[in-house]
């Protein structure tokens, strides 16, 4: 592992521990040339996993883009990373469940809103609006009045839900 500070490439373990419920080892690791600690994470690589996209182009499925996509729908919002790679957490796991090899877009993207919309709804709107190509305020105004029939009332200063 090359150190982030000095770019050695010798170091040592000082501890692991299991996280993410067991899917993953951080590590904590000390370089040997300048002493400047780091943490690693490591994961079990799943088979690969094909994403299909609404006009049919295959690509490779990317966890940093999913990630990367619900933080934009979060920004300013009181969910932390920890939520964030939750929700990104059980996706890929029904993911590998329900259809190792290939999933749609549709697919992920609807997951990602079922869990926004119990997370934060701001957040849900957001993600919404850019997964549904909204193309005015009126799409805002009926997606806001769904959420407000099916909960009865919009939450406001929920604690954030994992």
Not at 48 to 67: I, L, N, P, Q, T
């Amino acid at each position: 592992m090359r150190c982030p500070n000095c770019d050695h490439q010798e170091d040592r373990v000082i501890d692991s521990r299991s996280t993410k419920e067991g899917r993953a080892i951080r590590r904590r690791r000390e370089c040997i040339g300048c002493g400047q600690r780091f943490t690693t994470y490591e994961y079990v690589e799943n088979a690969s996993v094909v994403v299909v996209k609404r006009d049919g182009r295959r690509e490779a499925y990317s966890r940093e883009k999913v990630v990367g996509g619900i933080s934009r729908a979060c920004e300013k919002r009181p969910v932390s990373l920890v939520h964030i790679e939750g929700i990104v957490d059980k996706i890929e796991t029904e993911m590998q469940r329900r259809a190792p090899g290939e999933v749609t877009s549709m697919f992920v993207g609807e997951k990602v809103m079922e869990a926004l919309q119990d997370l934060d709804q701001i957040a849900y709107v957001r993600f919404a609006s850019v997964y549904r190509h909204f193309k005015d305020v009126n799409q805002f105004l009926d997606e806001i009045q769904t959420l407000v029939s099916t909960d009865g009332v919009l939450k406001r200063h929920a604690e954030p839900k994992l």
